[in-house]
C-alpha cells in the first residue's frame, strides 16, 4: 500500500482537518448565521404579509356580503312596508266606502220612515177634513131633499130600491 | 452577439490553457524513450512540495518537518526541484531528501535512502510532514475565497433594510436556501436541520470550490486536493464523528437489535449493520476521491495521447475531447459536492430518527 493515492499523508490531513474547522467557526459565526437568519427572516416577512393578504381579503369578503346581506335585508324592508302602506291605503277606502254607504242607508231610511209618517199624518188630517165636509154636505143635501115632501118620499123610495137590489 | 463572442473566446482561452497549460509543464521527452504517461499522470493528481507553474518556474513552498530536534522548516526550492532524492538539505544536523515528494530524513552518514524488500526504507526515517505543500495552498487559496465571498455575502444583507442580498450574496442565496430545502430539511427534519445547516454549508462549499479549484489548470489552482485522500478522509471522518455522537437509542438499536425481525435475523443482522458504520463514511470518502482523480486522470491521458502517439494531428482530437471531458467535470464536481453533502445529511438523519 505504498501508491502515494491511497495512502493519506498525515500533514494534509492535519491541514484539512485545521482549514475545514476554522471555515466552519468563522463562516458559521459570520457568514452562515447572518446569512440563513436574514433569509429565514425575509422569509417569515414574506409569509406573514401573504398571511395579513389574504385575511384582509377575507375581511373584505366578509364586508362585501355583510354590505349585500344588509342591502338586501333593507329592500325587503322596503318592499314590506310598501306593501303595508298599500294595504292600509286601501283599507282605508274600503273602510270609508263602507261607512258612507252606511250613513247613507240610515238617512235614507230616517228619511223614508219621516215620509212614512208624515204621510200617516197627511193622511188622517185628511181623512178627519174629508169626514167634516162629507157630514156638512150630507147635512147641506139631506136639508135640501128634506124641504120637499114629495122629494123627501122619492128618496126614501130610491133607497128601499137600491136597498132591494143588493 | 457580444455574449456569442465572449463566448468563443471563452473556448478559445481554455482550449489554449488545455494545450500549453498541460503540454507546457510536460517533463521534456528525451530521444527515442517512450513517454512514460503513467509518471506524468502521476505528478499531476498527487501532491508535492513546490507548485510547479510553468517550463522552470516552481513557487517555492515552505518545508514544516517535526523531527528529533525539533521543528524543521525550510523552502522547497531548497531541494532545486530534485524529487530523486539527491540533494541533501542540513537543518539542525539533520539530512533530508525529497524523494517522490516524500521527505525522507537521512541516517547519520547515508546519502541515498535505501530501501528492502518491502519499499520500507533500511537507512532513512520518515519525519511529520506538515508542510504547506501545493494541495495545502490551494487549501488555504480556496478558505481566502470562501471567507471573502460569504462575508461580503453576509455584508450585502446588513446593508439592506429588508434583508435583501446585493452582489454576490444574490448569487449565493439560491444555492444556500437549495442546501436548506432540498439537503437539510428533508434529510435531518424539521426539527433539528438548523444544527447542522453552518457543517453542511461549509462542506458543501469548501468540496465544491477545491473541486472548482482543480479543475482550472493553471497556477494558483489545478491541484488535485479534493482527489486527494487525505482531504476526503478528513472530512469523512468528521462527518463519521458527529454521525456516531449524534446516534439516540433507535439509531442503535437499529444496530444492533434489529427491531421488526426474527432473532437469527436480528443476529445476523448486527454485523453488517455494525460494519456498515464505517463502511458508510469510507464510500463517501473514496466516491469524492476517485471521481476527482478519475476526472484529473481522464483529462491527463486525454493530453497524453499526443506524446504517446507523437503526431500533432491527435491534438486537435484530443483537445476536443478535453473541452468535452471538462464540461462533464464541471457537473461532476458540482454533484459530488451535492453527493458528499447529502449523504452527510442523511446520515445525520438516521442518526437523529425517532421511533415511529
Known sequence: MDNPLVSPDLGLIFWSAIAFLTLLFILGKFAWKPILGAVSEREEGIRSALASAEEAKREMENLQADNERILKEARVEREAMLKEARELK???ISDAKEEAQAQAGK???????????EKKSAMAELKNHVAGLSVEIAEKVVRGELSNKSKQLELVEEMLGEATLK | MHSKTFKAFLTIFFLSFFATGFAGSKEPVEGDEPFDTNELIFHHITDSHGFHVAGDLTVPLP????????????????????IEGKTIVERKGLKFVNLHEKIYQLNGGESAVNFDAELHPINAAKPLNFSITKNVFSMFLSMIVLLLVFLAAARSYKKSDSNMPSGIGRFMEPIIVFIRDEVAIPNIGEHHYKRFMPFLLTLFFFIWLNNIFGLIPFFPFSANLSGNIAFTMTLAVITFIITTFLGNKHYWGH???MPGVPVYMKLFLAPIEFLGIFIKPMALMIRLFANITAGHVIVLSLISLIFVLKSVWVAPVSVLFTVFISVIEVLVVAIQAY?????SALYFGQALEEEH
Open chain 1, 90 to 92: 286601501e283599507k282605508m
Open chain 1, 107 to 117: 238617512m235614507i231610511e230616517q228619511a223614508q220612515a219621516a215620509i212614512e209618517s
Open chain 2, 63 to 82: 518545508v514544516i518537518l517535526w523531527t528529533e530536534n525539533g521543528l524543521v522548516t525550510f523552502m522547497s526550492s531548497e531541494f532545486h526541484h530534485d
Open chain 2, 255 to 257: 444496530i444492533f437489535w
Open chain 2, 339 to 343: 453527493i458528499f453533502t447529502l449523504l
